[in-house]
């Protein structure tokens, strides 16, 4: 399984995710949240959670900058996890802090919609109060959060996720577009 390239990941995952929605009747139109979830659960019962977390989340080699790949990301992440998530993460903005004194966090939202805000909005919560409560200081050493693939329900999002988020984190947050992220994202991950 950790020999897979990411696109042979995906499939595999999409694989799972079929065979889980006809198992199960379809997908729900109503009560997605709870559905999708356990769709998460049933895709980390088939692929170890550190192999997931690897290919969504890394140090960019040689810079401080961390990747963050939400279309992996909605896979697998559900409540049960969080915890194990939020430590990853943790661990690797320490690595960046450690050996370069800073870092900034690059996160692809492409498929991130106003339902994934709710869905995800208390991981959010999670992951600031475990970095509240361990008091690494990321926030004096974060440089900026780029989010790229915004799509126009963007200020939606915000409104969700914007009273969440330290106030001084937002002057750090800077967003981009779709039409001029795919140039950006490639550049950052050569």
């Known amino acids: 399984m950790e020999q897979q390239t990411e696109s042979e990941l995906f499939s595999y995952i999409q694989s799972t995710q079929s065979n889980y929605y006809s198992e199960h009747g379809g997908k729900n139109v109503v009560f997605k949240k709870a559905q999708k979830f356990e769709c998460a659960e049933t895709v980390c019962s088939q ?15 040689s810079r401080n900058q961390i990747y963050f790949e939400y279309p992996l990301f ?7 996890n969080f915890m194990e998530i939020t430590d990853y993460v943790i ?22 919609t106003i339902s994934a805000a709710e869905r995800y909005k208390q991981f959010v919560v999670w992951f600031n109060n475990v970095c509240e409560i361990r008091n690494h200081g990321f926030l004096l050493v ?5 989010i790229y693939n915004t799509s126009n329900t963007m200020d939606h999002i915000s409104m969700v996720f914007l009273p969440l988020i330290p106030s001084e984190m937002k002057p750090k947050i800077q ?16």
């Open 142 to 146: 974060i440089e900026q959060m780029v």
């Open 74 to 80: 909605k896979m697998y992440a559900h409540p049960g």
């Open 91 to 112: 661990n690797l903005c320490l690595q960046c802090k450690a050996t370069y004194g800073t870092f900034s966090l690059h996160v692809n939202f492409d498929g991130f």
């Open 47 to 61: 692929i170890p959670l550190l192999v997931l977390m690897q290919k969504t989340f890394w140090i960019i080699p």
């Open 175 to 190: 967003i981009i577009g779709k039409e001029e992220s795919k140039e950006l994202l490639e550049r950052l991950l050569v």
